[in-house]
């Protein structure tokens, strides 16, 4: 046999030991599933749709809780919502652990409130709580700057003079806005050309994170990581903010006034140097520039994305919006601002801004979690660090909690007197010790801007109502709307 022909089975030999190797079998008990070929995993029981459709599948057979291989390592996933609820709240402790998406592990790795675990994650949940708390979350200020915010957008949408827009930026715009003035002190112009391009690499990167190929590096990158694709597309547009967030950094350190913070960043910088002489501590650079990206991600793709696609819903469905405006005339009338009070008024809207979440369904498989310790769950043990991931996908459309699950309609979350009904199934923020960090921001901001804009506006749209397509540009770890063209027309 050739030298080389030697050489290359040899090499091939030692990556598969590799792999083998880097993901040992589990111990315990795992929930049942289809069988695993070796390194490959369920790669043949993978539906083109992508995961959630595959997991669909599987959990017909196999039942609420299953095992998948994901190529050579096996995940645990929840499907429906007794499942999720009896895993992240009757044994919150045990899956408060965080997996990992391989996709953009390279740039969070395990620092940032997000991806980190233990009591990393513990202090630095704690200090973005009360830190945002001070500077306006759970504050009236956050209602003042939303309010504002809003009649920006009024004035721009103003100009447009009625011809069809594309709304993507400007609602990725308000929604950055407000936890700029939160991360950074400030708030940016619509026409600010480095806003933009930090928005247009938020956009692209939540979308190639949502793709069918970044599924498929999920399955297998510990091998797709030395090959070119979408993995460094995200790597490189994730480390251009980055480049940003450490300018602002340092602008901050430049001018810091320790008596008199101004913004997040600030307040992690007075902490870092109370710190400085703890080896142990978790407040340091790293932390703190994937922290702020964390936030600044997060906090402008989902409120955004969701606003695209409410209003893409508005447009299939004319009569709701037109509801809702009825019932913005009857509670805040033309002359006043909205406000937090006119929710509770207001049920109406307020259901029809909780089947936008349903429906849309953002981020439809959870970000992924992990148990702490070896854990027993419904009969099964799972080993420490295994992964989990909770369908929250399947919770939104359980047909046990909603009706007509694939369908949009307000009255999920109305009851017989027209009053909002809560729901168990309603997690778009999932539950448990892991829910979002913003989720009081994010629906202070979905109720006023979606009031402001229809009390100002309707809607139209140069294509015909039963011709709008609904179903997703990119369907993955999140869910993106297809662009459209939108008409505000002055009321």
């Not at 139209?460 to 662009?483: N, Q, Y």
């Amino acid at each position: 046999m050739e030298p080389t022909v030697l050489l290359l089975l040899a090499l091939l030999v030692g990556f598969l030991l590799l792999m083998v190797r880097g993901h040992p079998k589990a111990r315990g008990h795992l929930p049942p599933g289809p069988r695993p070929l070796p390194l490959l995993g369920n790669l043949l029981q993978m539906d083109r749709g992508g995961f959630l459709d595959s997991f669909r599948q599987l959990r017909e057979k196999y039942g609420d809780v299953f095992t998948v291989h994901l190529g050579p390592r096996p995940v645990v996933m929840l499907y429906g919502t007794k499942a999720i609820r009896e895993a992240l709240v009757d044994q919150a402790e045990a899956f408060s652990g965080r997996g990992t998406i391989a996709v953009v592990r390279p740039v969070f790795q395990d620092y940032g409130m997000i991806f980190a675990n233990g009591e990393r994650w513990k202090t630095l949940r704690r200090f973005s709580l009360a830190t945002m708390r001070d500077f306006g979350m759970g504050k009236r200020s956050v209602e003042e700057r939303i309010q504002e915010e809003a009649q920006c957008l009024v004035e721009e949408l103003r100009k447009s003079q009625g011809a069809p827009v594309d709304p993507t930026f400007l609602f990725q715009c308000i929604t950055a806005n407000i936890i700029c003035s939160i991360v950074f002190g400030e708030r940016f112009d619509y026409k600010d050309r480095q806003f933009l391009r930090l928005l247009d690499l938020f956009y692209r990167s939540f979308s190639l994170i949502s793709s069918f190929s970044s599924q498929v590096f999920e399955l297998f990158s510990g091998f797709l990581k030395y090959f070119p694709g979408t993995h460094r597309q995200i790597s490189k547009n994730l480390q251009e903010i980055l480049v940003y967030i450490g300018q602002s950094v340092e602008k901050h350190r430049a001018t810091l006034d320790p008596s008199n913070p101004r913004d997040f960043i600030d307040t992690y910088l007075l902490r870092m140097e109370k710190e400085k002489s703890n080896q142990q501590t978790e407040f340091g650079h790293e932390n703190l520039m994937i922290s702020v990206l964390s936030l600044f991600f997060a906090g402008t793709e989902t409120s955004s994305t969701t606003l695209r696609y409410g209003f893409l819903l508005m447009l299939k469905y004319p009569h709701v919006a037109e509801k809702v405006q009825k019932e913005i005339d009857q509670v805040i009338g033309s002359h006043r601002l909205p406000n937090l009070d006119d929710r509770i008024k207001m049920p109406y809207t307020e259901a029809v801004i909780y089947e936008i979440q349903r429906f849309s369904d953002l981020v439809p498989i959870g970000v992924p979690h992990k148990v702490t310790k070896d854990t027993l769950f419904r009969g099964y043990l799972l080993p420490k660090n295994m992964e989990v991931y909770p369908i929250l996908s399947s919770a939104l459309h359980d047909p046990q909690y909603f009706k007509q699950p694939d369908t949009f309609n307000p009255d999920h979350f109305l009851d017989a007197n027209g009053a909002v009904k809560k729901t168990e199934a309603f997690m778009p923020f999932s539950i448990g010790k892991r829910i979002c960090l913003g989720e009081g921001i994010a629906r202070n901001e979905l109720f006023l801007f979606f009031t402001t804009i229809l009390q100002n506006f309707s809607v139209s749209s140069p294509v015909a109502p039963e011709d709008i397509d609904l179903s997703p540009k990119e369907s993955g770890f999140g869910k993106v709307p297809k662009t459209y063209q939108i008409c505000f027309l002055a009321r």
